[in-house]
């Protein structure tokens, strides 16, 4: 995604936007809750919403499985830029084209500081089956327990 800094001028968000923008969540979201749901229920345990201090970079992983060190990310099409949802909002494009930029500057800055520090970083689409997401994440967190478990034998 680019951004023409010819365009409009960037202005924040009226105020009726900026509450709205407010009340959006940014933990326990429904797809969230969805996928942790069904980790649970295959015995998987993990932490929710913990920041991370590493070199460069705070994430907060939505999941994190912090023996395994995997961690664990649902993101929005719009917030993060789906390739396959995400648009570009055609009012105030100006403000919301850098905003979601940085958003995804965020993410691999995020992803790289995390594998530097040893971390297996998972992405997940909200578009993503929930099921589908699951397995994916469990894939990782037993491939990374499996590959911790034979450095210490």
């Not at 009726?16 to 069904?38: C, L």
């Not at 913990?50 to 060190?69: E, K, M, Q």
């Not at 491939?143 to 210490?152: E, I, R």
Request: proline content about 7%.
């Amino acid at each position: 995604m680019t951004h023409d800094s010819s365009s409009a001028a960037s202005t924040p968000p009226t105020p009726g936007r900026s509450r709205n923008m407010a009340a959006i969540k940014r933990k326990n979201t429904g797809p969230e809750r969805a996928i942790r749901s069904m980790l649970h229920a295959t015995g998987k345990r993990y932490r929710v919403d913990v920041r991370l201090d590493l070199d460069g970079a705070r994430p907060r992983p939505d999941i994190l499985f912090t023996r395994a060190r995997v961690a664990v990310f649902v993101d929005g099409c719009f917030w993060h830029c789906c390739p396959e949802h995400g648009r570009q909002p055609s009012v105030n494009s100006g403000y919301w084209g850098p905003k979601l930029e940085r958003n995804v500057t965020r993410d691999r800055a995020a992803d790289e500081a995390l594998r530097a520090a040893g971390w297996t970083v998972v992405r997940v689409w909200e578009h993503e089956l929930p099921s589908e997401a699951t397995k994916r994440i469990i894939t990782a967190v037993d491939a990374a327990t499996s590959s911790s478990q034979d450095v210490q034998s």
